[in-house]
Nanobody, 125 residues
Framework: QLQLVESGGGLVQPGGSLRLSCAAS??????IGWFRQAPGKEREAVSC????????VYVDSVKGRFTISRDNGKNTVYLQMNSLKPEDTAVYYC????????????????????WGQGTQVTVSS
């Protein structure tokens, strides 16, 4: 059974950077999404990447600051987060979707059947 493990979260000052990783025994058959949930708020889609490298989607609030990428050889998906803001503070989750077509991914959480345990990102001075 696929298990997703996120890592890379932590405390960073505004304007700083973090790189989150989502690892599993195999990821090449899955589109991967990153979601986040801040206290008292609903879960929000941040970005997703298709099974085949080349198709990515970002929520408007992170465009130009976050970059999603994948290394199928290492069975890992990354979320590079630059120019972090306090409003980026949340628990970040990666999720896997086996139903997506090769070059598409979904920003809808109910599409994803496997979820990681989450990693905390705190942006504060």
């Amino acid at each position: 059974q696929l298990q997703l493990v996120e890592s890379g979260g932590g405390l960073v000052q505004p304007g700083g950077s973090l790189r989150l990783s989502c690892a599993a025994s195999t990821l090449s058959s899955y589109a991967i999404g990153w979601f986040r949930q801040a206290p008292g708020k609903e879960r929000e889609a941040v970005s997703c990447i298709s099974r085949r490298v080349g198709s990515t989607v970002y929520v408007d609030s992170v465009k130009g600051r976050f970059t999603i990428s994948r290394d199928n050889g290492k069975n890992t998906v990354y979320l590079q987060m630059n120019s972090l803001k306090p409003e980026d503070t949340a628990v970040y989750y990666c999720a896997a979707d086996r139903t997506a077509s090769l070059f598409m991914c979904s920003m809808t959480s109910r599409t994803y059947e496997k979820w990681g345990q989450g990693t905390q990102v705190t942006v504060s001075s």
